[in-house]
């Protein structure tokens, strides 16, 4: 079913006809991806992951990155995820925690997200489960304020591992963030750099990152799913916590993003998803970028603050969206 909806011929949200869709959809792969020669290497799996992930391999993942439902009613596709109690909540989480954890090598590294609601319930019941290292907590800041509350505008992502040993690049993360006042020894720059673009220092990461721009219409990552995270965001956990040619693993997909960012950055990924308009745009987000690698706001290997990578802030001309006059959803 075509549902008509108007775009500016500047938006540059990622859509699909309903041809497309069925083409980017027969790439996904199915339960018998799991049957004997066939390979998960890099694989969208059309599936609901209680089913799928008791059956994949033990020990084969070296990262493990999950963006569950939070706790509140919300509509991905043809689903309607209900809020609950929060002892059915932590049931959920539960059950797909332990349906997992057997895919993990011991020298894993976990990332779950959740919001300030949901990070409560995660965040204990992890730690029956895995070493806690640290919650990062990083800016969302998009939606409307709130008139008798404070605005939601941050998320967690917890960070646990299985074990002491476990992969951390922290030279792969650091932060480009502008000088206001620079220091200099001799008349030369003290742990800063001096260009024609500003002054700038290369920081360690910290746990509350506020450099994350959420993908809106004029980004070429954007899809109309509703809770999208942005590529900046993961590549920060890819980089950190795996190596070239690492396993990362995603069972609440959505879109693509994990598996997009992983195949930009050289990892291997298995990505599941239950809604089949989600796998289909995750294939079409797969195939571009195969031509255009690039991540907003990461240049230079390093992660740029917001709206301060000069490339990034050049006019680029727009082509008419491929889409303009129309979405497809599957009925």
Not at 297 to 326: I, M, T
Request: aromatic share 10%.
């Amino acid at each position: 079913m075509v549902i008509t909806k108007e775009r500016s011929g500047r938006n540059r949200t990622i859509c699909l006809s309903e041809d497309d869709q069925k083409h980017y959809l027969d790439r996904c792969a199915g339960k018998n991806v799991l049957g004997q020669n066939n390979t998960i290497d890099n694989r969208i799996i059309l599936a609901d992951c209680f089913d799928i992930l008791p059956l994949l391999p033990d020990s084969f993942v070296d990262l493990l990155i999950v963006d569950p439902p939070y706790n509140l009613d919300k509509t991905f596709g043809s689903t309607k995820f209900q809020k609950m109690e929060s002892d059915e909540y932590k049931v959920f989480t539960r059950k797909w925690i332990e349906s997992l954890v057997h895919t993990l090598k011991g020298t894993a590294s976990i990332y779950v997200c959740c919001d300030w609601r949901t990070s409560i319930i995660i965040g204990s019941l992890l730690a029956d489960y895995f070493i806690i290292q640290n919650r990062i907590t990083w800016q969302r800041e998009k939606g409307r304020g709130a008139l008798s509350n404070w605005k939601n505008s941050i998320e967690d992502i917890w960070f646990a591992t299985m074990s002491s040993n476990f992969t951390f690049n922290v030279d792969a993360v650091k932060q480009r963030r502008k000088v206001i006042a620079p220091y200099r020894i001799d008349g030369k720059p003290k742990d800063w750099q001096e260009t024609g673009e500003g002054n700038f220092r290369d920081t360690y990461p910290s746990n509350f990152w506020d450099d994350i721009s959420i993908p809106y219409w004029s980004m070429p990552e954007n899809t109309d799913h509703p809770t999208q995270k942005p590529e900046k965001l993961f590549a920060k956990l890819v980089l950190a916590s795996s190596n070239s040619g690492d396993m990362v693993l995603d069972p609440f997909v959505g879109v693509g993003t994990s598996s997009v960012v992983c195949k930009k950055l050289g990892r291997r990924f298995v990505g599941i998803e239950m809604e089949s308009q989600y796998c289909a745009l995750a294939e079409k987000r797969l195939e571009k970028a195969n031509i255009d690698t690039s991540i907003q706001g990461y240049a230079d290997n390093v992660f740029w603050e917001r709206n301060s990578l000069a490339e990034q802030k050049k006019h680029v001309p727009y082509k008419k969206n491929e889409c303009a006059k129309q979405r497809s959803l599957f009925a």
